[in-house]
Nanobody
Framework: PIYLKESGGGPVQAGGSLKLSCEAT????????MAWFRQAPGKEREGVAA????????TYADAVKGRFTVSMYRDEDTLDLQMDSLKPEDTAMYYC???????????????????WGHGTQVTVSS
């Protein structure tokens, strides 16, 4: 299994920035897909960004493209999500996910991840 731990959430004003981090431990020696999801109260979970640890595949949801940036630190098995120009509609619980998903299926629309973190809350005030 892969164990995931998120950190970095909190309150922020609109237009501000936050950086979330997801540390993966466990069976991380081979390539796998990691992703960030979010879920706001009363809404369905949506994919934000996905990254294949073997390199070459990185996708973003249209709602965050140009504002959010994913960075992978393979030697630490950490996936960061830098969130800039935050909006109140970005308020949600953010989850890190990982799975043995093939390269071509590793994208933010795929929700078939085996392993999930407990989440970290991001609250953007106007």
């Amino acid at each position: 299994p892969i164990y995931l731990k998120e950190s970095g959430g909190g309150p922020v004003q609109a237009g501000g920035s936050l950086k979330l981090s997801c540390e993966a431990t466990g069976y991380t020696t081979s390539s796998f897909c990691m992703a960030w999801f979010r879920q706001a109260p009363g809404k369905e979970r949506e994919g934000v960004a996905a990254f294949y640890t073997g390199g070459g595949s990185l996708t973003y949801a249209d709602a965050v493209k140009g504002r959010f940036t994913v960075s992978m630190y393979r030697d630490e098995d950490t996936l960061d999500l830098q969130m800039d120009s935050l909006k109140p509609e970005d308020t949600a619980m953010y989850y890190c996910a990982a799975g043995k998903i093939k390269y071509f299926d590793c994208n933010h629309r795929n929700q078939n991840f085996n392993f999930w973190g407990h989440g970290t809350q991001v609250t953007v005030s106007s």
